[in-house]
Each structure stands twice: as structure tokens, then as C-alpha cells.
């Protein structure tokens, strides 16, 4: 069974495109490993810049071989420069009973 995500990505001082693109190429990559599933990610921005990623995992499994997979790691160090990854809860829009972002 598929597990579904909300990854967010607040960018770091001046890693804004950087940061876009890696989440732009972040699933394809997942999916050429069979990491994830052919769903389409959704990807959005928040009001502060935060990047929200939603996507579904293959399964609880997939995920913990990411954590193991150099590939996924080289990815993921990639990521950690680029940006901090934060709680949806952290965001303004959380606070919304309807919390709307702007598509990326």
C-alpha cells in the first residue's frame, strides 16, 4: 500500500532556484529507483516561500530503503543545502481551516 507525504522545504538564503530545482527533478528520480508511485506530485509555495511537496511512496518499505540508498542520499545532501525542511504546522496557512498555496 502507497503512503502519502507532505515534505516542506523552507529555502536558505539565496537557494531559492536551486531549491526548485531539485523538487522539480525530486520524484522523477525516486521513481526511476521504484521508490514512489507514476502519481503526479503536487507541488506548491507558500505565502513565506516554504516549497510543499505531496507525493506517495511505493510503500513503508521504499522508504526505508531510501534511507539506505547512496543515491537518495547524495539527493537528500543536495536538498539539505539548498534548504531546511520544516512541519506543515510551522506554516501561516496551517492555521486555515482551507489553507490555500500558489502552485510551483
Not at 46 to 72: M, N, Y
Amino acid at each position: 500500500m502507497g503512503r502519502i507525504v507532505i515534505a516542506c522545504y523552507r529555502p536558505n538564503p539565496g537557494k531559492v532556484q536551486d531549491l526548485h530545482d531539485l523538487v522539480r527533478a525530486h520524484v522523477h528520480r525516486l521513481r526511476e529507483l521504484r521508490l514512489v508511485t507514476e502519481r503526479e506530485p503536487i507541488v506548491m509555495e507558500s505565502k513565506d516561500g516554504t516549497v510543499l511537496e505531496v507525493f506517495e511512496w511505493t510503500c513503508q518499505e521504499a522508504i526505508d530503503r531510501a534511507h539506505g540508498d547512496p543515491a537518495v542520499q547524495a539527493m537528500w545532501a543536495d536538498f539539505e543545502a539548498a534548504c531546511d525542511y520544516v512541519p506543515v504546522s510551522s506554516l501561516a496557512e496551517a492555521r486555515e481551516l482551507f489553507p490555500g498555496f500558489e502552485p510551483l
